[in-house]
């Protein structure tokens, strides 16, 4: 599975834009980029997943470079619950297992 | 739908003693996994399965045991627990059909003394 590299914090005032980044540079044709997120002390949650399209949905928004070497999560109204850390993972396929680098710790600012 | 449910929520064992964890899910997931996570150290795959009756060992399996008889029931099993057992345990699962993601349990915070 291809590495990411993503900024270890961030901060977003409350109601605007969040725009996480994610570097995966030696991504290869078949594999997929996935982000999760942990609020604290609770399970992961999937939030989204694309290939090379934009993808959107009831959460957020997935925006993946022409050249598929990074990403961006798209939070478009932050809120103070979206508080977490922030994972994206690069996979072939989503049967095998989840690995979880350090992520992007997001902090929501009233 | 209540999505992946575990219980229970917390445990305390005492050194040797066993327990079994539950997990259900209500979407009739085909693949399910149990995940533990220690401080500093990420997600690490226990064991997984891939359908009723099956289960396959994942990076850390020693010391756990799992069981999938229903579909929508997997357990994990601690037959003599130790210290090193201390962590929290995440339940995930995930559809068979398309590249979707897993959706993980709220987990289970077990402390062995």
């Known amino acids: 599975d291809a590495k990411t590299t993503q900024p270890p914090s961030m901060d977003c005032a409350e109601g605007r834009a969040a725009n ?22 609770q399970g992961p949650q999937y939030i989204i997943h694309g290939l090379k399209n934009n993808e959107t949905n009831e959460m957020a928004s997935l925006i993946i470079t022409e050249d598929r070497k990074s990403s961006t999560l798209i939070l478009p109204h932050a809120t103070l619950r979206d508080t977490a850390v922030y994972y994206c993972i690069v996979k072939e396929t989503s049967y095998d297992k989840v690995i979880f680098g350090p992520g992007t710790s997001l902090s929501v600012i009233p | ?40 150290m990420g997600l690490r795959l226990i064991h997984y399965s891939v359908g009723e009756g099956t289960t396959a060992k994942g990076e850390v399996p020693d010391g756990y045991n799992v069981s999938r008889l229903k579909k929508q029931n997997f357990l994990l099993g601690l037959e003599s627990a130790a210290p090193s057992q201390t962590s929290v345990y995440f339940c995930a699962s995930r559809r068979l059909a398309g590249r979707n993601g897993q959706y993980f349990g709220p987990g289970t915070r077990l402390t062995v003394t």
Not at chain 1, 32 to 41: G, T
Not at chain 2, 5 to 17: A, E, I, Y
Request: proline share 5%; net charge positive.
């Open chain 2, 1 to 40: 739908n209540a999505g992946v449910t575990q219980t229970p929520k917390f445990r305390v064992l005492k050194t040797g003693q066993s327990m079994t964890l539950l997990c259900a899910q209500d979407m009739n997931h085909e693949y399910m996994y149990w995940y533990r996570q220690d401080p500093g």
């Open chain 1, 20 to 41: 996480l980044p994610c570097n995966h540079s030696t991504i290869s044709g078949n594999e997929y980029v996935y982000w999760y997120r942990q609020i604290h002390s």
